[in-house]
């Protein structure tokens, strides 16, 4: 049986569509990541390398250009990024996906293709749905960046801002709405009025929106972007789209949820409420004081102990004290303490971040416990060690009504024997709120930069 080249052409695309799937499912666990990665990068290669044998297909020397210049970009940044910059990064990259789309939208609804009659009115529909998802995510995921990137350090707030937005997304529909009755001639003004709108939607949107906020935002722009690659993929009639592009979709939007959950907030709220865009009273007028301790006495008192937690945040990754935290955890490990480390669900600037770092200090996978799994444990804790981390370990979760934090769950340290605080200064968190546990009774603060406190700890139970 002859087999034309079309044939040949789906069923790359297919198999590119299955390695993707395949890599994705791989990706659920940090035992097989990275295999997942090499999966879902194989079923790329395919689809990028089958794409010039398409009939008709033409600028091949542009097509070249452009892989290798982003290929190489790509290539350069994943090999000097520093693990703190990891969330902009993943930020950019998506956002360079929803770019993407939105331009292959625009090349369609501008005739580029010439093939604008081929794709009906239903195509041009899905043209436009995927343009404005696109748009958005593209001049979202760009704020996100920035704002991680300290780029951004003001949020744009004005009065009666989320109406305004509202009104502006009204108006980028009809405009599109406008473009698919234009069919199949729509007006190249119109289609430019429509992205201009939805660039501008994706920015005002975004910008109100707290830091804290971020990892929740990445995931969910990133949950956009395949579904503008999806609907895209309808349009060009490509099954390695479709499939990829929904299932990152379908992906996205499900850890966009799990995440809000683990933030005991809805969507809306961590999209409209501005959370850590302004100061907040939550915490002021906190009774007590901060009470300071000495690395020696912090390393007798994990040394003896018979069980330790240890809590890494965002500072954690800042000071790049991975590191020198396992090393700790080694020489407390051989003196016979049980050291485990406990990860909040959106610890860090993005899902996963905390995982990664101890991943790449070499932590044991059975040594890293869901906030599900260790909260039961923290009141026959003797030590719970918390280095850079500050919303996911505030009782205030708890205990105080009136905290924008109220009701999301948060890792049990205060009920520990003793807690043990590394952190710069006195300072508040991302997000601007007092964290209880510093002023607490069993909880002592010990200043300074993480890789320093580390290696003063480690000297410490050396000592001994």
Partial sequence: MKIN?????????????????????????????????????????????????????????????AIAIGGGLAFW????VQMTAMPQMIALYNGMGGGAAA?????????????????????????????????????????????????????????????????????TVVVGVMVVLQFPSPDPMMVYLFFGLALILGLLVTMPIGGADMPVVISLYNALTGLAVAFEGFVLGNAAMIIAGTVVGSAGTLLTQMMAKAMNRSLGNVLFSGMGTKEVASGEGSEGTMKEIEAN?????????????????YGMAVAQAQHKIWELTQLLTERGVSVKFAIHPVAGRMPGHMNVLLAEAGVPYDMIYDLEDINAEFPQTDVALVIGANDVVNPDARTNKGSPIYGM?????????????????????????ENQLFFADNTRMLYGDG????????????GL
């Fill in 5 to 65: 080249i079309e044939t040949i052409i789906q069923i790359a695309y297919f198999s590119a569509a299955v390695l993707f799937i395949l890599g994705l499912k791989k990706m659920s666990s940090p035992v097989t990541a990275r295999g997942g990665i090499i999966w879902a990068g194989v079923g790329m290669l395919v689809a990028t390398l089958i794409t010039f044998g398409v009939p008709g297909m033409q600028n091949y020397v542009l097509m070249t250009v």
């Fill in 297 to 313: 006495d912090v390393g007798v008192m994990m040394a003896f102990a018979e069980r330790v937690v240890i809590i890494p945040g």
């Fill in 451 to 462: 890789q320093a406190a580390g290696s003063e700890l480690i000297q410490a139970v050396k």
């Fill in 77 to 80: 940044s994943g090999r000097i």
């Fill in 103 to 171: 331009a292959i939208a625009a090349v369609t609804l501008l005739h580029t293709t010439g093939h604008i009659e081929d794709i009906g009115e239903v195509g041009i529909a899905l043209a436009v749905i995927g343009a404005l998802i696109g748009a958005v995510s593209f001049s979202g995921s760009l704020i996100a960046f920035g704002k991680l990137q300290d780029l951004i350090k003001r949020s744009a707030l004005f009065p009666y801002q989320q109406i305004f937005n509202l009104v502006l997304f009204a108006v």
């Fill in 409 to 433: 769950p948060i890792l049990d340290a205060d009920r520990a024997k003793n807690c043990i605080v590394i952190k710069r200064g006195k300072g508040r968190g991302f997000s601007g709120l």
